[in-house]
């Protein structure tokens, strides 16, 4: 079992096909298919369900094998970076996951700088919400999430604090007060964004002992601003979500404030590659923490 078996089979996870993996390792689908069942012969274990229809999914044992390959060649990368460090190069690859508006707040910066400094450093970047960058950080598709944290999240660091603010129409009446309660909110219908974005605003309303009148469950922040817009609900969301508002959009203070904080994680610290620990070492530097500070927008 070597590391481009290895690379084939988390390959194939990944793109859920024969023949798009083996055009990532430069092999045809038939020498794929050889490649499987030597493997799975060898192994004693059903790896991979073949499926015309609905393409290659892992059995349960392959996930947990998938996942040890994952390990195995995160331990491959540490070894060459060990080395090229030793001759003075910095080299590597670095699996970036984050929700959208962390993605593109913080990691172009990030990439920019650290390449003036590391040029042959890769970089790779996937977006999904802020339940799927903790299950790919859990299942190690990436080395490094941008994320809102959970109790899953075991390993992170708060990277920024950013705002909650309501979001309503500017002919909207509360748009005349000049901060929002929860008990402000108890009859309007809210926009709430699921899958990981929801707990503090939740936590906000249950403060005052309250809870949203939920209208619409939503997973993209751009279709709940237009939501408000067209005067189906109002929101309560956080600031980099609100840099590029839409005409006709009013952004009220919150009473009591209310934040949440963005978390850089990875996997343990001592499993990380140099490439990755320079990531995270970089985003400290050039986002340090601060428990206060001047908003991104003006309220």
């Known amino acids: 079992m070597n590391k481009s078996l290895l690379q084939l089979i988390v390959a194939i996870s990944e793109t859920r096909s024969f023949t798009t993996a083996g055009e990532k390792m430069n092999m045809t689908q038939p020498a794929v298919s050889r490649a499987v069942t030597s493997l799975e012969r060898e192994l004693g274990v059903t790896l ?18 998938v996942r040890i390959f994952r390990e195995i060649l995160q331990g491959y990368d540490k070894i060459d970076q060990e080395i090229a460090s030793e001759n003075g190069m910095e080299t590597g690859c670095v699996r970036i996951g984050a929700f959208p508006v962390a993605a593109s707040y913080f990691v172009p910066k990030l990439i920019s700088h650290i ?8 970089f790779s970047i996937v977006e999904g919400t802020i339940a799927d960058v903790q299950e790919w950080l859990d299942n190690r598709q990436i080395d ?11 390993h992170s660091s708060p990277l920024y604090r950013e705002g909650i603010y309501a979001v309503m129409r500017d002919d909207h ?9 929860p008990k402000d909110l108890r009859e309007e219908p809210m926009l709430i964004c699921k899958a990981g974005y929801e707990p503090p605003v939740l936590k906000w309303f249950e ?10 469950i939503l997973y993209n922040y751009r279709t709940a601003l237009q939501m408000v817009l067209e005067g189906e609900g109002l929101a ?5 979500s609100l840099l590029d508002l839409p005409q006709g959009i009013a952004l ?21 590659t140099i490439a990755v620990k320079t990531f995270i070492e970089t985003a400290q530097k050039l986002f340090p923490f601060q428990a206060k500070h001047e908003p991104l927008i003006e309220i």
């Open 115 to 122: 390449k003036q400094h590391y040029p042959k450093l890769e």
């Open 236 to 240: 309560v969301m956080s600031e980099l």
């Open 207 to 216: 403060s005052a002992g309250e809870a949203p009148k939920v209208e619409y």
């Open 252 to 272: 009220k203070r919150l009473s009591p404030e209310a934040y949440r904080d963005i978390h850089i994680a990875s996997g343990p610290v001592e499993d990380c």
């Open 173 to 181: 009446p509360l748009n005349e007060k000049s901060d929002i309660s």
């Open 144 to 154: 490094v999430g941008l994320l809102i944290p959970s109790d899953k999240t075991t």
């Open 48 to 65: 991979l369900i073949r499926d015309r229809r609905h393409g290659v999914a892992l059995t349960p044992v392959g996930e947990r094998i």
